[in-house]
């Protein structure tokens, strides 16, 4: 369920800003998105379904000169049929537009082009073959992820990428009817999976997939298996112990931790100085016998003395 955002809550840390996206997706992003720039692969970037916009901060920082961001999403707004709208008032009662405007302009200058709308919209809006990056993370309903899967394939560029939100969790059967459907019969090929997200292209995939093995072996913190189902080749990742999310620019509103003052030492607690041990005689006198000795003994000094 989506907690609801103080309005001055201004994040100085991508961490700061509410919403799913873990350390593991935060690295593969990077890599993904890092590798296509420096091979000089030039698209446009889509995300459909934005929540308060923590991984559309990360992928704004992504867009090349000449490349267009778009960001799709109800923002709260109008759903298009009553089971997207009963999803809306159950999931995300708290995002507004302002709240995301507010926390992407906290680490941009400016705003990626915004469609408040449902994501159906995508395909009118966005040229067909002119994207290299889709994040799906929309509706979780059967039917609206199916076709937002399809938008997809015709706003990609030949080995461009989508990544599907949720196609594994307990609470989205839906988003893995459609994900599996897409793998099995729709020529999506997956690239990775992660435990939230699966990574695809519509291109091949076994150069990207070897690139990314070699840099995953590589790590410690990051669990890897590979296995083979229905003629793909599925590279399975988890995060490990000690993972981090990959370094990334403080907001504006960052403000820095006063160091600590150091705590000073503490005095030297007062060693009490050791007893004086008692004579030999003392431990062992008159006083440590037993009562009834005790009085026949002072009787015979008493005796002794007339």
């Known amino acids: 369920m989506a907690t609801a955002q103080a309005i001055d809550n201004n994040p100085g840390e991508l961490k700061d800003v509410p919403g799913w996206f873990p350390p593991l997706d935060q690295l593969l992003f990077t890599w993904f998105l890092d590798r296509q720039e420096k091979a000089g692969f030039r ?17 704004g920082r992504h867009r090349q000169d000449g490349e267009e961001f778009t960001v799709c999403d109800l923002f709260g ?14 999931s995300y009662s708290s995002l507004t ?15 990626p082009r915004v469609l408040e709308a449902p994501s159906s919209v995508i395909s009118a809006e966005v040229k067909p073959a002119t994207c290299r990056f889709v994040h799906i993370d ?20 030949p080995d461009g990428i ?8 307990e609470h989205t059967p839906g988003v893995s009817v459609a994900t599996w459907e897409a793998v099995l019969n729709r020529g ?4 990775c999976l992660s435990t939230q997200k699966l990574y695809g292209t519509w291109g091949d995939p076994v150069a990207v997939q070897e690139e990314l093995l070699a840099m995953l072996e590589g790590r410690t913190d990051i669990g890897l298996s590979v296995q083979d189902a229905a003629g793909h080749r599925l590279v399975r990742t988890r995060a490990q112990k000690g993972l981090q999310a990959p370094p990334f620019p403080h907001s504006r509103h960052y403000t820095a931790p006063e160091p600590q003052e150091s705590a000073a030492a503490p005095s030297p607690s007062r060693v009490p100085a050791p007893r004086r041990p008692r004579s030999r005689a003392r431990r062992i006198g008159v006083d440590l016998m037993p009562p009834i000795v ?11 003395g007339r």
């Open 43 to 59: 698209g446009d970037l889509v995300e459909l379904g934005a929540y308060m916009g923590k991984s559309a901060i990360l992928l």
């Open 77 to 90: 707004g109008e759903a298009p049929d009553g089971a997207n709208q009963a999803e809306t008032a159950k």
């Open 97 to 111: 537009r302002q709240a995301f405007e507010r926390n992407y302009l906290s680490f941009h200058d400016t705003l």
């Open 138 to 157: 929309a509706s979780h309903l059967y039917e609206h992820v199916r076709d937002d899967i399809a938008a997809a394939r015709d706003l990609l560029l």
């Open 162 to 169: 989508v990544v599907l939100d949720d196609f594994r969790s």
């Open 188 to 191: 999506l090929r997956p690239i």
């Open 294 to 304: 005790t009085r026949a003994v002072r009787q015979a000094l008493a005796n002794r």
